[in-house]
C-alpha cells in the first residue's frame, strides 16, 4: 500500500490549487460586473425581467425551505451510519461537508439565476441597441460567470477537504460530492417541472386553444414560462453540472488515494486546477468573428481553444509531477502515460459527445430534416420518427461512453478504476467552458421571451435573437451528453470506492473478505440478476413519474389560463391584464410537491435492495441503474432536442409554415418532448450519482447486520420495507392528487389551487 | 456429481412424456376438425378469406425461403464451432437439432396461421348466424390448435433429443432452443413489420386523408392489413411462444442435469406433461356462460381451471417422484418443496402478470381512463399520459418477475438456478391455454375485419365480433407480459449452464477455472459495466430499427395507396376495385427486407462483445440486456395497448366519440403504439433468448481463443471486428433505403416499388 497521508510537497501544491480555485471566483467576480455594466432596456423590458426575477427568486426561496428540511434529516442520518475506516471526526467531517456540498451546490443554481434573471433583459436591449455581438458577449459572459463558480467552488471544496482530514478525505468527499448531488437532483427535478408544466400549459392553453402565439402577453403563463427557463434550465442545470464535477474530482481523489496515495489525491487535484486556466482562456476566447457562418462557431473555438491549453498543461503535469516507474501496482503503462491517456480520453469524448449531439439535434443535418419530412404524415410519423431517432442516438452515445470507459481500463491496468476516474476529470477540464455555452441557453432564450412580450424590439434585433435561441438549443443537448457521461465514469470509478469499503466492513465483521466479495459480487447469480431488473426498474419508474407529474402540473396551468381567460374577457383585446403570478404560484406549489415521490424513489431504492437483498444485488442494482440509465438519459434528451429543432425548422418556412398542418404535427412533438428533454432526460445524470454515493454510504451498514456478530436479519429486512413503504405511500399520495389533463371536471373543487400572487 | 445419464426407470418416464406429447397433438388435429366443420359464410366473405389466405401463405413461403438460407449458414457455423464436452456424433446433433427446432418453430406459425386465415371467416359466419356461443368457440378452439401444437411439439422435441443423446442431451438441446428462438425471433420481427406497415399505413392514408372508415373496401390496404393480422399476431406470436416453451425446457434440462442428474432432466418433462394434461382440460372448460360478465370471465376460467389442475398434479409427481433428501446440494428445502414450490411461484407470476395486465390495458380501469380523458387537450396529452403509463407498468411487472426470480433463488439453496428454471417450466404449464387465448386475438380482429369488408353482417353480428376483438387486446397483451417473463427466467437459468461451458472450456484450455471465472464475472470490473452498457445499448437499438423499420414501410404503403386513389378515380364510388396484391406485395418484400438488420444485430452484437471483450463483459452483456430488455418489452406492449383500447373507449361514446377532436388524438395515440405493441415490443422476448443462446454457444470457441495455448488475440479481435462490420453494414444499407414517411417527393423514381399482384 503506497503512503495515504499527504507529504509536504504535496500540501504546498494543494494550497496552490486552493489559491486557484479563488482565483476562478475572482475572475467570475469580474465577468459579474462587465455584465451588469450593460444597459438594461425599455421599461417595459425592465418591468417583464423584474417579474420574472421575482418569480424565479420566489420559487428558489420555498424550494431550499423544502430541500433545508430534507437535507437537516439526511445530515442526521450521516451522523448515525458507521464508517468502515475512521472515527467520530471522519462521520461529523462527512456530514458537515455532506451539508458544505449541498450550499455549494445551491448556491452555483442561486447565483446563476440570479445573474441570468439580470442578464436576459441585457442581451434584449443588447441586440436591439448594438446588435450581434454586445448580444452573444453579454450571453457568453454570463454563462462564464456560472461555469467559473461551478469549478471554482468545486475545486474549492474538494482541496478544502484534502487540506483539512488528510488520510481520512475520501471518506469526507463522499459527503461533499453527496450533498452536491442530492441537492442537484432536486433542483434538477423540481425545476424541471416547473419551467415544463409552464411550457406546456402555456402551449396546450395559448398555442392550440387560444390561437394566440408563443410568449403573448395575453398568455397568463408566459411569465411562468419564463421564469421556469431560469429555475430548470439555469438553476438547476448549474447545479447539476457543479454535482458531476464535484462527484468526479471525489471519485478520482478516493480511487488516488487507494492506488497512489498522496500522488493518486493531488493529481485530479490539478487536472482540475489547470481546468481553470483553460476556461478562463476559453471564455476569453470565445468572441464572434465577422467571418463565422453561425453562432456555434465562437462557441466551438472557446471549447477547442480550452482543450488544447489543457491538454498541454496536463501532459507537462503528467509527465514532471507522476512517477515513471508504477510502485507496485500491476499496470500497462507507466504512471505518467496513464495520468495523460486517461485525460486525453475524457476531452476527446466530450469532443465527440458534442459532434454526435450536433449531428442528431441540429436543424440542418439529415435526422432533424426527417423529423421536419415525416411532419407530412401527421403527428403520429413525427412522433415515430423522434423516437426511433433517440433511441439510435442513445446507442451511439452509450458506445462512446462505453468505449471510453474500455480505453481507461486497458491502459489502467490493476489501476484500471482510478484511469476511468482521471477520464472523467479530462472530461470536465473544459467544464468551466461547457457550463458557459449551457447557460447561454436559457439566457438567450429568456432574452428572446422578454423583447417579444415587451414589444420593444426591432426586425434586426429579433433576428439576432432567433439565432441565439437556436444555437442555445444545441448547446444546451450538447451539455445534457457530456452530464450522463460523467454519471458513467464517476459511476463506474465509485465501484472501486464500494469494493473497498465492502472489504474493510467485511474485515471489521471479522469475514475473510476477498471470498465473500468475489462470490457476492459474480454476475451469474440469479440474485444479482434481479438487482439489476430493479435498477433498471428505477430508471424507467423516475421518467415516467418525472413525466406525469409535468402533465399534471400543466393541466392545472390550463385550467387556471382557461379561468382567467373566462372570468377576465378583456384579456384577449389588451384591455385587462391576465394574472400571471396566479400561474407562477401554481408552478411553485405543484413543482415542490411533485419532486417528492422522484426524490424519495432515488434515495430509498439503493437502501431498500441494500438492506434488503444484501450488497452483491446492490452493486448490480448500481450496474442495470447505470446501463439502463445511459441510454434512457440521451434517448429522452436528444428525441426532444431533435423535435424542438424540427419545429423551428417548419416554423422558418419548410413545409408549409407556420399555421400549416405540418407546424401543427411539431408543435405536438415539441410539446411531447418538453419533459422528455428537460425535466426527466436531464435528472438522470444526478439520479444515477445520488444512488451511487448511497451505496457508499450504507455499505458499511449493510456489511454489519449481514455479517459476523452484528448480523441481525429482522432488523435488516425491516429497514428495506420501511424504505419501500415511504416509497409507496409517495407514489399512493401522488396518484391520488392526480389531475390528468382534460376537462374541466377533472379538476376536483375541493383541490381547486388558491390563485393568489406570489 | 450425480450420475448424468438416463437410469432405465427414467427412461420408461421420457418415453410416456414422448406418448404425451403426441396426444397433444392428436388434439389438435381433433380441434382441427371441429373448426374446420363450420360454415364458411357468404360469398363474399369466402372471397375475401381467400385473399388473405393467399397474402398470408405467400408471404410465409417467401419468408421461410429467405430464413432457410440463413439457418443453413448458422448450421454450417454451429458444425464448425467446438462443444466445451463432447465429440463429433454431439456437435452434428447440436447442429441437426437447431434445424430441426427452427422447423418446428416455423411449422407452428405456419399451421397456427393457415388455421387462423381458414377460422376468421368461420368466426365471421358463425357471429351471424347464431351469434356469440359459436362464434367465441370456433376463434378459442383455434387458439386451441396452435396452443396444443405449440406444446406437443416443444415436449415431443426435448424428450426425443433425451432419448437420443442422453447425457449430452443439454448441449444438443442448446441447438434445439437456439433454432426455435432464431426463427420465432425472425418471424416476430418480419410478420411485426409486415403487420404493423399494413395497419399504420392503411390507418394514415385511410382514415386521416380519404376519411374513410377502418376495414373499408375502397382502401387498397385492407386486405394486407388483414394478412398481417395473420402473419404478426398469429405465426409471429405462435413461433414466439413455441420458442419459449422450448427455450424453457431446455434451460430447465440443461440444469437439472448439472443439480440432479437423469431425475434433474426428467423432472421438468413431467412437468411439461402435465402441463399438456392441464391445457386439454382447460381448453375444454373454456365455455362462455349466461351469466358471464364479459368475454373474459370464461378465458380467465379456462386459466384457472388449467392452473388447478397443473398445481395438483406437480403436486403428486413432485412428492411421488423426487427424493426427499438432497444427494449432495446444499438446499434451504428437500428436493421436493423445491420442485412443487418453484412450480407454484411459475403458476403464481403467469397469475399475477395476468391481473396487472389487465388493469393497465383494460377499457374499464383507471389507467386506459386516464388517457382516454387526456384526449380532451389533444394528441401530445395523450402521447405522454400513455408514456407515462407504460413507463410505470413495467416496473411493476418487473417487479413481479425479479420477485419471482428472488423467490426461486431463496429456497433453492446452490441449486438456486435449476428452481429459477422450474418456475419458468410453471409458468408455461398453463401454455396450452395461454397460447389458445393470445391466438384468439388476431382470429377476432380478422373475423370482425372480413365481416365488415363483406358487408354482409348484421347488427348483432357486428356488436358480437367487436366484443370478441376487444376481450382479443387484452389476451394478447396478457401474453406478451409471459412471453417476457419466460425470456428473463430461461436467460436467468442460463447462466448457469454457462458458467459450466465457460469451466468445462478453462479447464481443456489449463487454466485452474473457477478463480478466472470468479475474477472475470466481477460486478464492479469496469469492463463488465462497459459491458452491461452495450446489452442495454442493443436493446434500444433493435427497438429503435423495428419502430423506424415500420415508418419506412408504412410510408411506402401511403404512397402506394395515394396512387392508387389517383390513378383509379373509381375507387371511391366503388365502380373500380383497388389493387389489392399491390399493397401486399410492398409489404411482403419490405418486412423481408427490414428484418435484416435488426436480425443480424441481435445474433451478431454477442458474438462482438464475447470475441472483443472476453467472456466476462459478455456475461455482463446479457444480464444488461436482461435488465433493460423487460422494461422495454413491457412498456412498449402496455403502452400501445393502452393507447388502442383508450381509441377503443372514445370510440364507444366517450369524450365526444368518433370524429371528434378527442377521437383524433386518440387514433393518433393508437398509431405511435402500433409498431410499440406490435413490432419492436414483442420481439425482445424471442431477442434476449437468442443472445443468451448465442452466447452459450461461443463461450468455449471464446474461451480457446482467450486461455491457454490456442490463445490467439488477433484472431479473436477479426472476429469481433468483422461481426461489426457486418452490422454496421447492414444499418448503412438500411439507411441508404430510408423513405421517411412524407411528401411524395421521399420517394426517388428508381425506387419505385413494382406493383404487380402477388
Redesign the interface.
Known amino acids: 500500500m503506497p503512503e495515504s497521508s499527504l507529504s509536504g510537497g504535496d500540501t504546498a501544491l494543494v494550497v496552490v490549487v486552493l489559491v486557484i480555485s479563488l482565483a476562478a471566483l475572482a475572475f467570475a467576480a469580474y465577468l459579474v460586473k462587465a455584465v451588469m455594466a450593460a444597459d438594461q432596456g425599455t421599461v417595459r423590458m425592465r418591468e417583464i425581467a423584474l417579474a420574472v426575477q421575482e418569480g424565479a427568486a420566489a420559487f428558489l426561496r420555498r424550494q431550499f425551505r423544502t430541500l433545508g428540511f430534507f437535507a437537516v434529516v439526511v445530515f442526521l442520518l450521516l451522523l448515525v451510519l458507521p464508517v468502515a475506516d475512521g472515527g467520530w471526526e471522519t462521520r461529523i467531517g462527512r456530514a458537515i461537508f455532506f451539508l458544505v456540498g449541498a450550499l455549494f451546490s445551491a448556491a452555483v443554481g442561486f447565483i446563476g439565476m440570479t445573474l441570468a434573471t439580470r442578464a436576459n433583459v441585457r442581451v434584449a436591449a443588447a441586440a436591439n441597441a448594438g446588435g450581434y455581438l454586445p448580444s452573444f458577449r453579454t450571453a457568453y459572459r454570463t454563462g462564464g460567470v456560472v461555469g467559473m463558480i461551478t469549478i471554482g467552488l468545486g475545486l474549492f471544496g474538494a482541496a478544502l477537504v484534502l487540506l483539512l482530514f488528510d488520510e481520512t478525505a475520501p471518506i469526507v468527499l463522499e459527503g461533499f460530492g453527496f450533498g452536491g448531488a442530492l441537492l442537484a437532483m432536486f433542483m434538477r427535478v423540481g425545476g424541471g417541472i416547473f419551467t415544463k408544466a409552464a411550457d ?1 400549459g402555456a402551449d ?1 392553453v395559448g398555442k ?1 386553444e387560444a390561437g394566440i402565439p408563443e410568449d403573448d402577453p395575453r398568455n397568463a403563463a408566459t411569465i411562468a414560462d419564463n421564469v421556469g427557463d431560469n429555475v430548470g434550465d439555469c438553476a438547476g442545470m448549474a447545479a447539476d453540472l457543479f454535482e458531476s464535477y464535484a462527484v468526479t474530482l471525489v471519485a478520482a481523489l478516493i480511487l488516488g488515494q487507494v492506488f497512489f496515495g498522496s500522488v493518486g489525491m493531488v493529481f485530479p487535484l490539478m487536472i482540475a486546477a489547470i481546468g481553470v486556466i483553460a476556461s478562463i482562456v476559453g471564455v476569453l476566447a470565445t468572441r464572434p468573428a465577422k467571418t463565422d457562418a453561425s453562432g456555434m462557431a465562437p462557441i466551438n473555438r472557446g471549447f477547442f481553444t480550452s482543450a488544447a491549453v489543457s491538454l498541454v498543461l496536463v501532459a507537462a503535469a503528467s509527465f514532471i509531477y507522476l512517477p515513471s516507474i508504477s510502485g507496485g501496482v500491476d499496470m500497462e503503462v507507466s504512471p505518467q502515460v496513464l495520468g495523460f491517456v486517461a485525460v486525453l480520453i475524457g476531452v476527446v469524448l466530450a469532443a465527440a459527445i458534442q459532434q454526435l449531439t450536433g449531428y442528431f439535434t441540429e436543424t440542418s443535418r439529415k435526422p432533424v430534416k ?1 423529423i421536419g ?9 413525427v ?3 423522434g ?6 442516438s ?2 451511439y452515445a ?2 462512446l ?3 471510453a ?2 480505453g ?2 486497458l491502459i ?1 491496468g490493476a489501476a ?2 482510478y484511469a ?1 476516474a482521471l477520464a472523467g476529470c479530462g472530461l470536465l477540464t473544459t467544464a468551466g467552458v461547457i457550463v458557459a455555452m449551457d447557460t447561454f441557453g436559457p439566457v438567450s432564450d429568456n432574452a428572446q421571451g422578454i423583447a417579444e412580450m415587451s414589444g420593444d424590439i426591432d426586425e434586426e434585433g429579433a433576428r439576432v435573437l432567433t439565432d441565439l435561441d437556436a444555437v442555445g438549443n444545441t448547446t444546451k443537448a450538447i451539455t445534457k451528453g457530456i452530464a450522463i457521461a460523467t454519471a ?1 465514469l464517476a459511476a ?2 465509485l ?2 470506492s ?2 473497498a469499503q465492502l472489504e474493510l466492513a467485511l474485515e471489521d465483521a471479522g469475514d475473510t473478505a476477498g471470498a465473500t466479495l ?2 457476492a ?10 438487482g ?7 430508471v ?2 423516475f ?3 418525472a ?2 407529474a ?2 399534471r402540473a ?2 392545472r396551468v ?1 385550467f387556471e389560463v382557461r379561468e382567467q381567460f373566462r372570468t377576465k374577457p378583456g384579456i384577449m383585446d389588451y384591455s385587462e391584464k391576465p394574472d400571471y403570478g396566479a400561474v407562477v404560484d401554481i408552478c411553485t406549489k405543484d413543482s415542490l410537491r411533485e419532486l417528492a415521490t422522484p426524490g424519495l424513489l432515488a434515495v430509498l431504492a439503493p437502501v431498500a435492495v441494500g438492506f434488503g ?1 444484501g450488497f ?1 444485488p446492490l ?2 442494482y448500481l ?2 441503474a ?3 440509465g ?2 434512457m438519459a440521451v ?1 429522452l434528451s436528444n428525441s426532444g432536442g431533435a423535435w424542438d429543432n424540427a419545429k423551428k425548422m417548419v416554423e422558418d418556412g419548410a ?1 408549409g409554415g407556420k399555421g400549416s398542418e405540418a407546424h401543427a404535427a411539431t408543435v ?1 412533438g415539441d ?2 418532448g418538453d ?1 422528455f428533454k428537460d425535466t426527466a432526460g436531464p435528472a438522470i445524470n444526478p439520479l444515477i450519482k445520488v444512488m451511487n454515493l448511497v451505496a457508499l454510504i450504507i455499505a458499511p451498514a449493510v456489511v454489519s447486520l449481514s455479517v459476523g456478530e452484528g448480523a441481525n436479519t429482522t432488523l435488516r429486512v425491516l429497514v428495506a420495507l420501511a424504505a419501500v413503504a415511504v416509497v409507496v405511500a409517495a407514489v399512493v399520495v401522488s396518484k391520488r392528487r ?1 389531475v ?4 374541466a371536471d ?1 379538476v376536483p373543487t375541493g383541490d381547486r389551487l388558491t390563485t393568489s400572487a406570489p
Do not use: H, K
Not at 459480487?521 to 434481479?530: A, D, G, H, Q, T
Not at 439489476?532 to 428505477?538: L, N
Open positions: 406546456v396546450l392550440v426527417d419530412r415525416s411532419s407530412l404524415t401527421g403527428p403520429a410519423t412522433i415515430l420518427s423516437i426511433s431517432l433517440g433511441l439510435e442513445a446507442v452509450a458506445l461512453i462505453g468505449g470507459v474500455y481507461a481500463f489502467g484500471a478504476l476511468v458513467v463506474t470509478a465501484f472501486g464500494y469494493n468475489q462470490e459480487f459474480s454476475l451469474v447469480n440469479p440474485n444479482n440478476v434481479v439489476a431488473i430493479i435498477g433498471a426498474a428505477v424507467f419508474f421518467s415516467g413519474l413525466i406525469s409535468v402533465s400543466a393541466g390550463v437483498l452483491g452493486a448490480a450496474v442495470g447505470i446501463a439502463a445511459t441510454l434517448f413545409y405536438i410539446t411531447v419533459p392526480s390528468v389533463v382534460g376537462g377533472a
